[in-house]
């Protein structure tokens, strides 16, 4: 059974031969444990975190480890109690074909109720995080303008149509005309913009948002965001949650100091992590299912063919090749 | 009777040529009105932000208009129900030696219950902002550690002793050996830094703080707060009040991205100006007096002679000449 571990620590934009295929020795299952055969793995840029030394929220990766991640695997042989062969499991997992579980942070998912990728996008942490970061710290109220980057990703698609649904005015930035022509067909974003084309941001974010900017949800940082820090309102609102536009920096990212941005408009900035919210993921989910069956949240996936796609996935992340959410169907 | 009127907008540090005296007449009361004589000027590093053209929290000052700014006056004459001669008042004034007023937006003091100048200060906005911005954004819990830059001017002094109150280890960071020697040995600070001598603000803060920083105050900005910002715990929080190394930038300052430091550790960073807390100074300022009578808050004022001097002693705040609270008396 293969494995992918993780081979040197990236430099930059990682490259595959920071990733190596191991193959291991079929393992035996005892009282306690069952057998996972992997069938989707969630690629996300926060990976790129622990790919690199130093202390972070999560432990980084160790390596020539198995890399871990959100993942779906179905049990093909259970000594378990609670998990039968045939139920499929949600949680992190290893990069590997087939691997030993005791079940521990997994969750049994029903396959019949909802695709079984949906529960790495819009029913798990991408759903929640947009759920947690949108509410929680945009506290979105309609009427208001949401700004939300890297918007035509797994996150930012969710953002905006829990924004749309809160009765928010929503502005999308996204890499291509064809990502910004599908938020505001197929997401009913209000505005979206290019921003490889659109020149100045600080000029085409006030063009799309007359009455200024109340809550951003920021998943890019970098330029993008500096272009949205002059439009903010008073009392606007920044949501955190990523910065993929940082995470390949071989040095220390400089840009305008916010200070004086927050100081003039009383802005609050907060950073998160799904982790924060754990005691009350149980809540956003239920309501996440429901507005995916009343049609009012679509979900997209790029989804990508076999487990040895897997390093590719993950590095065309940075390129902004998915759109939605990037999934390895095993 | 003399008023002290913008000239030019400053460029860079303010000049004494940015400022000009101008000779009014005498006027004359009417009804509703009283005729005020000043008697203590506040000057404050907010006010440079209201000395540049452009769109802020608070309308710019006009050329060839008289400053405005916090300000204790005597009543001379009045015929104003509620004000009579010999009362003292505070509130936003002109920098005029005599003015005519309507009350609006003055209050009365009493002068037999604390110093006039405690008015601006701990009993003021100064002691307010510090009030507000510690405590509701900073939400500094017994035994977390509080840092505060700025610790040894006006407001950082203030909120360095309400973290000592609130049972906090509070470091103070302060730009003279004479102001670290005063945090401690005076204020009470746990430890001090200077950051003129300290070398890496990092190592600094590091090695006064081995448990890492839960909130910081920040009244500065710049490369001290780039210090701070390497050395936070998980869910800190800082409350952004000034900015005072960047308000006589000449470019826009640049500086390290903050987004990947607000991710990593979920951190909250606000700003805030003390009139978002108006509705609720009444509830802070009995607090502030009471600690101020029980000898938990220490007060200091650097005291200037002379109505003349006003623009000199502002001008001196952005060369740190002032221990605590900067007053005029006129």
Redesign the interface.
Same mark, same amino acid.
């Not at 840009?255 to 003039?264: C, N």
């Given at each position: 059974m293969k494995t992918i571990q993780l081979n040197s620590r990236p430099v930059g934009v990682p490259k595959l031969s920071d990733f190596k295929f191991v193959t291991e020795q079929q393992v035996q299952i005892t009282d306690g444990e069952m057998l996972l055969k992997a069938t989707h793995i969630s690629v996300d840029p926060y990976l790129r975190?622990r790919m690199m030394e130093g202390k972070?929220?999560i432990e980084p990766f160790e390596l020539n480890k198995a890399i871990t991640s959100g993942m779906i695997a179905e049990v093909t042989e259970s000594k378990l109690a609670g998990f039968s062969k045939g139920d499929f499991v949600s949680g992190m997992l290893e990069w590997k074909e087939v691997q030993v579980s005791k079940g521990e942070g997994l969750v049994k998912i029903d396959a019949k109720k909802a695709p079984l990728s949906s529960y790495l996008g819009v029913l798990g942490m991408t759903g929640l995080t947009a759920y947690f970061g949108l509410l929680e710290i945009g506290k979105p109220k309609a009427g208001e303008t949401v700004v939300v980057s890297g918007a035509a990703g797994a996150v930012g698609s969710i953002v905006g149509q829990i924004a749309k649904i809160m009765g928010c005015r929503v502005v999308g930035i996204a890499g291509s005309d064809e990502k910004v022509e599908q938020l505001v067909s197929e997401f009913g974003f209000d505005a979206a913009i290019n921003y490889n084309t659109a020149g100045s941001m600080a000029e085409a974010i006030a063009e799309a948002c007359p009455d200024g900017v109340d809550v951003y949800f920021?998943n890019v940082?970098?330029e993008i965001?500096d272009g949205v820090m002059m439009n903010l309102n008073?009392f606007a609102r920044i949501s955190?949650?990523?910065?993929i536009s940082?995470y390949n920096a071989t040095s220390?990212?400089?840009?305008?100091?916010? /200070?004086? @941005?927050?100081?003039? =408009?009383?802005?609050?900035? /907060?950073? @998160?992590?799904i982790f =924060?919210y754990v005691e009350r993921w149980g809540e956003a989910t239920p309501q996440l299912a429901k507005w995916l069956q009343e049609g009012k949240l679509k979900s997209t996936e790029t989804i990508v063919e076999g487990f040895e796609n897997t390093p590719q996935a993950f590095i065309d992340l940075f390129e902004g090749k998915n759109k939605g959410k990037m999934i390895v169907e095993v």
């Open positions: 975190g972070s929220y920021d940082g970098g965001s008073r955190v949650c990523g910065a940082m220390v990212p400089m840009g305008p100091r916010v /200070q004086p @941005f927050l100081i003039k =408009n009383s802005v609050l900035m /907060q950073g @998160f992590i =924060n």
